[in-house]
């Protein structure tokens, strides 16, 4: 195998196995690629209020250009900002808006259209409760639509909202329960909510991605078997996750990768070690790290200290954006009206 | 209308706002009939435990003993025992065993019957979080069905849980998600827990009841407002219910009534004013009440201080006793290992 | 005993049981007087924000006015809103600024005055939680006053805060875990927050009283036994409750006088029973209800079922107002800035 | 300066930034010495329930075993095993008669000894929660010393227990508070349990470390400025730990050492630059891994996801070595009945 072909094969693994932003996959392939352009990959990007949010949209539009990400062709749009990790409530409430405004062009929603929110992950383990955050959040309508208050009639979609929990504590698939509830709602249209894994911990509740390709298999902090998508759903489906945790190999390999590269460019000389360090399959690498990081490797992972505030001030923001783009007609300082807490 | 006529119209409203508990509403039926039987209504009692633990069996068996006692056909198990509320482990795990024993007498399972528990109830609100407690403490096994360890092969059958929410947070009915899981969990066993509303606080967090006849609209904490039955899931169902709360409304009135009576026998001379009040019908003494109470009757309950603790304590005996009584190759005391925490 | 005499000497035990806030001992001093003027004793209303805030101050003056009111001499600022039950955000921060212009009427606090804010209460009991919350929500700087940020410099006092548990947990009177604390830190004033009882549900969560008589004995729901005020404590305090239950036993006397009194009124005829009931002193009333409650009465208290989230609501008001009173030198909306969370 | 001088001069600095546990200072100090034996530092091995625990007394005798350690004189008995990790109830109670039992070597108590419990640590973060856990769980019997039921009466010591918070939420040192209570409460034992930060991942969550040395400032999870201990209380401390996290920054070193090193192993030839790194002074490596880690480190740390889970467990080990330790005349099996939960 030349090196062309091994690293094509490897490619949608590796990948996948460290990290869910699409923003960071393409960080990697253009890495290994020595080129920002790549065939059926499309990136454009944004700044708003004084730089202090960055989008990103990486457009995958070829068969090529997803397995060269390793993620499903479709559109990934990434919001960074610092602000997410403080109490910057001014902030909080333009990423809403964005993110709201940013929804309404992945998909065009009816008057009427039923929505379905599933927040994905596990209430008993912090890092991974952002889904059941955000859908306690919610303002569902859907068991109400027949005796609105007067102000909300025409003005509030049916929406309703589901935790459905994950398979190690219900011993069912997630898309299995999410798939029976949906074949009853019958939604037009499902949000899900996700807690994800990065591969930079500036990136750690720093970061929302929201997508129109679902949920993927394998990744994430709770580790779905199964993705969530249109096909196993059988409805059109935006994923919106928030990378929460580093997982212990990952962080140890980059801040590895950093420091030898760091160290070898003072001391360039004698450095042959260092280029057997660096012709290491990444994929070796990784494995020899996750093998002395034994046996907690998989259980473990890097969280920030203050991670219960931050993931609920996440799923704030995140609620609120996604009471503004399904309820349109509601003006956003009066959410809390509607709201039980 | 005549009295006769009266009375058996609002046997069935009256009962089934205030009580969950057949039990309780054979009682009632007992002091307005002036009589303990009744055609249609078979009661027994049996005593365990020194006196410890209490367990009453009323099974209803005709229509006609339906309508008087407001509760469906079946068969509704009663386990009263004050350790309930205390931490008296050896009493729980006699309790959890009776119960275990009790439910194979209530529906009979084969070898690899597949089970689903439904944890009704909010997370949010403690009384009403048994349900999903009970759920957090089931051993799930159907996942792992092909890959169980040595031990246990053989031993399990393949149980799931969920825990679908209030419809106040999900915007769906109950029901609704329950049926969604059966249609795709098919299983041979529906276990739904719900937490109950009692009549009597002594009878608060120490009474359990189990019967074949499931959950009925109308009653408990959360006030489900469809019934999870046979035939709205397309599968057979046991209900587990624990009175966790009395409603102020019921609280007040009946404190009323004994305090009434005892005040009347003291000074019978004059007491045309008590006749008067017993005179009153009870839905309509129970509607002022309820008036005067306003507004926060329906939503202001009567609960103990230490009731988090009790909700955990009650939630593990639950659990105990469906894990013995679903995985009966397993002993009791290994349990543990194959629980998380 | 003539009935004048009778009458005096119950008054401060029967009031103390039942309700801790001046207010309601006023309302019940009024009716039992049968005029709202009483020597010692001054009270005047305020309404603010189109009446959806009552600002009422008691004002004792002497000792006569304090036996009467069974509260010591001082003042007693009680805010009423049913804004405080809601997710009314406007009206939350116009209640916190009302309740630090108050506090400042109260106290004059030099620039650099010392402070330290005592949460009493449990943690782990929901109505039982609120001085905890608050304590959680408190911008403390004490530890940083030599390493402010330059926007803090000179705009903040040094404010510390505690929460000292409750004595079943710590088997130590709360006054001696305070006065420990007060001995090392030397503040120029204790700002303590209890939960409280109230006598009318109508009040639970809708109420803030502040007195700068301190925290009194016998009251509350976590029923302190000594009492926390300037003389046990060693320096001045301000203390702020919220009426978070009613007792069982309380709501049962108290619903149960209305109900008598109304259905008097609708049938004058022969109510010599009627008036046996009233002629019951209150406080035997009140035993004999609490028998009927038995076993459960003293632990068993009414709440609403959102409690939870309203607690979280109160603190954070709370928190503000001492946010806004200690740091004048803040902004209000820039709070959120030095906070977690 | 030659090899020797620099070797101990860094000594106590590095050893204290990373690890809290002896059993770890002299694992690093008998690498580094390439000896097992050092003067004034004394080891000695246990081996319980078929090897299962493994129990290390590190025994500190002169000033020079203390710098080379790192840590001050006394003793230090640590108590590792797997199964503190894993639902092993009978593996627990074994662990905590032998922490029990140990605890009698370090302090001789008086039959009627005064005892302080003090849970230090953070209620809200997970991992540093453990003392605020083991507090409630403590059998508390100093209020009710006057009041005890016979069958505890003579057999139970006059224990308090508090849970100061951390500086962060009180503005106060911890060091200050407790020394506030120690004043009122007067005990002849304080102990005090806390979560540690460890070098190694395998010893998180399934090691015990028991000292009479109290707790050392710079160290642990949330990482208190000063030091507990005789001086500063005023009293005579046991300090309990349990190693919860792994910094960030030391889990990456001592990851990359060791895969370095398998490295050098496989492929000794134009090891020039692996010379280069092994020859860093270990603190500038670990400041420059940390400065890469930037801007998250100190705030980060490795936990496993099942967190809250193993600190519940723990915490009841510790509770129950405590209960069995200060209140002798009860029988293991019966503590439960005057515990709430």
């Not at 990486?58 to 960074?80: C, M």
């Not at 059941?132 to 859907?142: D, E």
């Not at 473990?300 to 954006?321: H, Q, S, W």
Request: hydrophobic share 40%; charged share 25%.
């Amino acid at each position: 195998m030349n090196k062309e072909e091994q690293k094509e094969s490897e490619i949608p693994y590796h990948f996948s196995v460290r990290t869910d932003l699409a923003v960071e996959a393409n960080e990697l392939l253009a890495d290994e690629q020595e080129t920002s352009e790549y065939d059926g990959i499309d990136v454009s990007e944004e700044e708003h209020l004084d730089k202090k949010i960055k989008l990103t949209w990486v457009k995958v539009s070829s068969e090529n250009g997803a397995k060269a990400l390793g993620k499903p062709i479709g559109n990934y749009i990434t919001l960074e900002s610092d602000a997410m990790k403080e109490n910057d409530l001014e902030t909080h409430e333009e990423i809403a808006k964005i993110l709201a405004q940013k929804m309404g062009k992945l998909v065009q929603l009816k008057k009427n259209a039923v929505i379905l929110v599933v927040g994905l992950g596990n209430w008993n383990v912090t890092p991974d409760a952002l889904g059941p955050k955000v859908v306690s959040k919610i303002l569902v309508t859907r068991h109400i639509a027949d005796s609105l208050p007067e102000d909300l009639e025409g003005n509030v979609r049916p929406v309703s909202a589901i935790a459905p929990g994950v398979m190690g504590l219900t011993g069912i698939e997630t898309v299995e329960i999410v798939r029976g509830v949906v074949d009853r709602v019958k939604p037009d249209l499902v949000v899900a909510i996700d807690a994800l894994a990065a591969r930079r911990t500036s990136r750690i509740n720093a970061t929302i991605q929201m997508s129109d390709t679902g949920v993927n298999p394998g990744s994430g902090v709770g580790n779905r078997r199964l993705g969530l998508n249109e096909e196993t759903l059988g409805a059109p489906i935006i994923a919106i996750g928030v990378p929460t945790v580093v997982d212990a190999a990952t962080l140890v390999n980059d801040t590895m990768d950093r420091m030898l590269a760091s160290m070898a460019q003072q001391a360039p000389k004698g450095t042959e070690f260092y280029q057997m360090l660096i012709n290491l399959a990444d994929e070796e690498k990784y494995q020899l790290i996750a093998e002395i990081l034994n046996p907690y490797t998989g259980n473990m992972f890097v969280t920030p200290k203050e991670v219960d505030a931050v993931i609920e001030r996440l799923a704030g923001i995140i609620a609120n954006a996604l009471n503004m783009a399904l309820h349109p007609g509601i003006r956003a300082e009066n959410f809390n009206r509607y709201l039980d807490a």
